[in-house]
């Protein structure tokens, strides 16, 4: 905001005269009292020049669970599936996916026009119908064949481990989402938290992306894991 620069504006003096009776610690004391200043009269407010905007904020995120004992979590993700094969559901997949700027990286007007204009218009209903060729009676098959690999692993690493170990699915893009996921993970006393992306390469357009959403669900958490 323009009261931080202003707030700024003795050290700033200071620094470009120079006079022969300012010390570096004078120097410093202007500029320390102009940013406590600042702090003080900005306080509650919003922008993205607002270097309080986060720090200032009241705090309501998750605490952490110490009701039960401490054990080690591992956040098994995939990409993530429509929550049916109708095409509300694919529609509602759909756009949380292509809406990703890590997935499609033209400039976000343009994109937006043609996302909404035409492409939720019309695909929708074709990927539906193709969706609806290898659904079954359990759902999609990516969920619940990434639910019984979960199962599997923590089986596997509960036998090997001298602590608890908690394996939870998590999908980047539908349910059950990240959020969720790392709920279940504070939930259960997760002190420790191995993320374990399900692709077979690095991409962009699937680890980062997947690493950006954990690390926006993670900015609200006072305690990281």
Not at 107 to 121: D, E, F, K, M, S
Not at 149 to 157: I, N, P, R
Request: positive net charge; contains cysteine.
């Amino acid at each position: 905001s323009g009261f931080r620069y202003l707030a700024e504006l003795p050290a700033i003096a200071c620094l470009l005269t120079k006079p022969p009776h300012t010390t570096y610690r004078e120097t410093i004391f202007f500029h320390t009292w102009g940013r406590i200043v600042w702090r003080l009269f900005s306080k509650g407010r919003s922008g993205p020049n607002n270097a309080c905007q986060i720090t200032d904020m009241p705090y309501t995120g998750p605490k952490p669970c110490t009701d039960k004992p401490e054990c080690i979590g591992v956040l098994l993700t995939n990409l993530g599936t429509p929550d049916a094969c109708t095409t509300p559901a694919v529609r509602r997949y759909l756009k949380e996916f292509l809406s990703d700027p890590r997935v499609v990286e033209l400039p976000r007007l343009l994109w937006w026009l043609i996302l909404n204009g035409v492409i939720l218009r019309t695909r929708p209903k074709r990927s539906a119908e193709a969706y609806r060729k290898v659904w079954t009676e359990r759902g999609s098959p990516l969920l619940y064949h990434s639910e019984e690999m979960a199962q599997q692993l923590e089986s596997s690493l509960g036998e090997q481990s001298t602590m608890p170990v908690k394996v939870v699915l998590a999908m980047r893009y539908g349910n059950p989402s990240l959020a969720h996921g790392l709920e279940q993970l504070r939930q259960a006393n997760a002190k420790r938290i191995l993320v374990l992306p399900l692709y077979p390469q690095y991409s962009a357009t699937t680890t980062a992306s997947t690493f950006d959403q954990l690390s926006k669900i993670l900015r609200g958490w006072r305690w990281l894991p």
